[in-house]
């Protein structure tokens, strides 16, 4: 179970949108991360570098946890809102629910789950379709 001030700290870290730091920080290195019901990727050097992949992609991010975290033992649930406005300017707007499982002071496993059309980047403001 983690303490409250760390399960603080990683949303924070989160929130400066430190996602890549945050796994390093926050995951054990056996760690699993799942997308809705697609295959877990497995491993914290993998879960890192797939991160860098997506902030690379990314012109800017806002991270914003939405509360009550939702804490029961080892598990853990955080309702989440990202924006993302991509490098050509379009824009994805995502909320989706992190399932979590820790032990002690890592996360050993999570699952999104979220309404896989809301991936589908927007046009950017003020173009037409």
């Known amino acids: 179970m983690p303490n409250p001030d760390t399960l603080e700290r990683f949303i924070a870290l989160v929130e400066q949108n430190a996602h890549d730091q945050a796994i390093e920080d926050f995951y054990a290195a056996h760690a699993t991360m799942q997308e809705n019901q697609a295959p877990p990727r497995v ?3 993998q879960l890192v570098a797939g991160e860098r992949q997506v902030m690379a992609r990314a ?3 806002k991270s914003r946890c939405v509360r009550p975290v939702l804490v029961h033992g080892d598990h853990v649930v955080i309702r989440w809102r990202f924006r993302f406005v991509w490098r ?3 824009v994805t707007e995502m909320e989706e629910l992190a399932w979590q499982r820790w032990e002690g002071e890592r996360i050993v496993s999570e699952q999104f789950f979220y309404d896989p059309a809301q991936r589908t980047p927007q046009p950017p403001a003020g173009v037409a379709i």
């Open 59 to 61: 012109a800017s991010i």
């Open 88 to 90: 050509d300017e379009s």
């Open 43 to 45: 491993g914290r050097d």
